[in-house]
């Protein structure tokens, strides 16, 4: 038996023994990190972990307490040195945003505040709203719609898409798909990401129904194709939902024919979800305006902020437009989280009714926090100043004539690969990608890669607010440099 009187002589927290120390050494981190992000840009761009660190990590779970000044300096000396380097100018690897030094202390303030962000009649939920309306008003997407901020994209998308499974027939949630005469199948391009593939096993329906469109020679859906998929799939007794149009694919940065597509999605009585995971904010861009317009009427739409509004790690956003659809597909309050008329169980509408989690972080406050630090149509200006930089890297490319642009350049992304000529596929896919590993060892800059039709690729996909037009010059001159040194090495 707990003998709990004797333990209750002794009652423990844990706040600071020392608020003097902890205030202090709270001072220093901060004034750290400062120092750390001012100067970011004169360290390398990223180097390997070293087996010190790892050896430091696989420490055993700690018993007893260690002084939090310790703690902090094992952190600056393990930890710190060892970024994945998307804070750097030089940095352009996956779709990855750099996160601003507001938004930093923004996350400071939410996990001081440390809300659940899940019920209640607390600031942090109106915080929220606000930003959902805010990002409502960034795509121009209409007020009444509903949303939720998520991890990131990939949450976005599933979110989505479960709002859209749900809405083909609303005895899915009671029954499952066994309620659906036929399998479902939902339509994206074969260069949609592969969350959708995720969220299709997620969400019962398998990785097949996931129909893969294919694309044309500028890696956008083909319509045409689209149709007649369609159109085979309600012959053979399928059951199409949906079709997933992307604002910026993930490879190549290429904008689906948005229009055709929620055309064909009106006619067929279709949802139509847009991933915008990075491209939607191009809406900002005037020169995007018109191609990104369907997003407004799309039944639903996925994207992030931790990318092209760089706020640190992690914050997505899905926006629905049927509120109700929206709300039909997660709303469920059990008797200890029914709301209240007032009290602290008063309050918005629980955001468990809009998505898969419970308990949920501040993530609201850094978005609200940078929106009005810097207003949108600063962010606007950068996403554009961004795209101006791909266009520009792409015309150093195809000026240099050991280099070769390797897809057209749609917005942000810009594939492209060594080539001296007189090289097999194979001889070129392994220097490239020697290329790119010696660009991230000696901590000259991190594109990213793919594989386009085969064919490995050295790709920059830029959301950073850091780079300037100099970092795309040494990009340029870096792999020219490291391709003739390693082929002249070879031959
Ligand atoms: C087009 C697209 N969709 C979805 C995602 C997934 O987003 P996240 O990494 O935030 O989950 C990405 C990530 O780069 C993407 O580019």
Redesign the pocket.
């Known amino acids: 038996m707990l003998d709990y009187h004797r333990l209750l002589q002794h009652e423990e927290n844990l706040d600071p023994a020392n608020w003097g120390e902890m205030r202090s050494l709270s001072h220093q981190m901060i004034d750290d990190m400062m120092d750390y992000l001012q100067h970011i840009g004169e360290r390398l761009v990223w180097q390997p972990t070293p087996e010190s660190t790892k050896q430091m990590l696989k420490s055993p779970l700690p018993t007893n307490p260690e002084a939090p000044g310790e703690v902090y300096a094992e952190f600056k000396a393990h930890i710190l040195p060892y970024p994945k380097g998307n804070i750097h100018p030089r940095f352009w690897s ?2 990855q945003g750099g996160g601003t030094p507001f938004a930093m202390l923004a996350e400071l303030l939410a996990a001081g505040m440390n809300p659940n962000v899940a019920i209640g009649d607390h600031a942090a939920m109106y915080v929220e709203q606000q930003v959902i309306d805010w990002c409502k008003a960034m795509l121009q997407y209409p007020a009444s719609a509903s949303g939720i901020l998520v991890s ?4 976005a ?1 599933f979110t989505a898409l479960i709002v859209a499974r749900n809405a083909y027939d609303a005895r899915i949630r009671e029954k499952g798909l066994r309620a659906v005469p036929g399998q479902l199948v939902l339509y994206a391009s074969t260069e949609a ?1 592969v ?1 959708m593939q995720k969220a299709a096993e997620v969400i019962g329906l398998g990785r097949e129904a996931v129909r893969q469109v294919p694309v044309d020679g500028d890696f956008r859906m083909d319509v045409v194709h689209l149709k007649q998929m369609i159109a085979a799939d309600r012959a053979a007794g399928m059951a199409p939902f949906c079709v997933v149009g ?1 604002a ?3 490879n190549t940065g290429a904008i689906d024919p948005l229009a055709d597509i929620l055309a064909v999605c009106r006619e067929e009585k279709l949802w139509f979800h847009v ?1 915008g ?2 491209g939607a904010l191009a809406k900002l861009v005037p020169e995007y305006q018109d191609r990104l317009a369907p997003i407004e009427q799309a039944d639903s739409v996925a994207f ?1 902020l ?1 990318k092209w509004i760089c706020m640190p790690y992690e914050v ?1 956003c899905v926006l629905v437009k049927d509120a109700a659809l929206h709300r039909s597909a997660f709303a469920s309050q059990p008797n200890y989280l029914l709301s209240h008329e007032r009290g602290l169980a008063a309050g918005p509408d629980p955001f468990g009714n809009y998505g898969m989690e419970l308990s949920r972080g501040f993530k609201a406050l850094k978005v609200w926090m940078s929106l009005k630090e810097h207003g949108v149509d600063k962010f606007a200006r950068l996403v554009r100043q961004n795209i101006a930089q791909a266009f520009y890297l792409a015309e150093l490319i195809e000026k240099e004539p050991q280099l070769e642009l390797m897809a057209p350049v749609a917005m942000n992304i810009v594939c492209y690969r060594y080539n001296p000529g007189g090289l097999s596929v194979e001889a070129l896919n392994a220097l490239n990608k020697e290329i790119l590993m010696l660009l991230h060892e000696r901590g000259l800059a991190a594109p990213s890669y793919s594989l386009i039709d085969g064919l490995y690729v050295i790709r920059m996909a830029n959301v950073n607010h850091r780079s300037r037009k100099e970092d795309f010059e040494a990009l340029v001159r870096d792999t020219v440099e490291l391709g003739t040194q390693l082929h002249y090495t070879n031959t």
Do not use: I, P, R, Y
Not at 152 to 155: A, E, I, N, R, S
């Open positions: 996956w779709v990131g994209g990939t949450l998308n990401h969350c992307n910026g694919t993930v991933d995971a990075f992030d931790h997505g």
